[in-house]
């Protein structure tokens, strides 16, 4: 099933750690219309902006896959509406800025981004249509722990 021009459910829905742990994570109606939502709103015009593959590392995680990923329990994952992606010859840093001055979205976080290294960490984008608050945090680790600061910081 095709969400937009260049996503697939399939695609948003694969996750490496539910088919090594033998779990379900097929989403239910309302999570296939948040991904849609998700694909319209913010993917498929990233894709059409910078012309290349995006590769969604995770979007749509069952409850029991989130929690085998280690997830948030209230992870808009859960929900489909968000994903993880990068762009093969695009730093991360440059992608989660055009997200931040081009589209609307719920969270934007620059994960686990080195300056320097461009295809370091990923972009977590999330897409809300009843909350489109535009915050935007960088994930870094700090004594092993993760920390969120405020702003992309890359």
């Known amino acids: 099933m095709n969400l937009s021009a260049n996503f697939s459910l399939k695609e948003l829905t694969k996750s490496d750690t539910a088919t090594r742990l033998g779990i379900d994570n097929t989403p239910d109606d309302e999570a296939i219309d948040n991904l849609k ?5 913010v993917l498929q015009p990233v ?22 990923t280690g997830g948030s329990k209230s992870s808009d994952h859960v929900k489909g509406q968000a994903a993880d992606i990068e762009i093969a010859g695009i730093a991360n840093a440059d992608l989660a800025q055009w997200i931040m001055d081009n589209l609307d979205y719920t969270q934007l976080i620059l994960e686990f981004y080195t300056q320097g290294i461009p295809d370091s960490g ?33």
């Open 47 to 68: 894709r059409d902006h910078f012309g290349k593959t995006v590769t969604v590392n995770s979007a749509y995680r069952s409850s029991e896959t989130n929690q085998a």
């Open 37 to 41: 939502t998700l694909c319209d709103k």
């Open 122 to 154: 990923w972009v977590h984008v999330s897409y809300d249509p009843n909350n489109l608050k535009k915050q935007e945090l960088t994930a870094v680790k700090v004594a092993g722990k993760t920390q969120y600061l405020n702003g992309l910081q890359a």
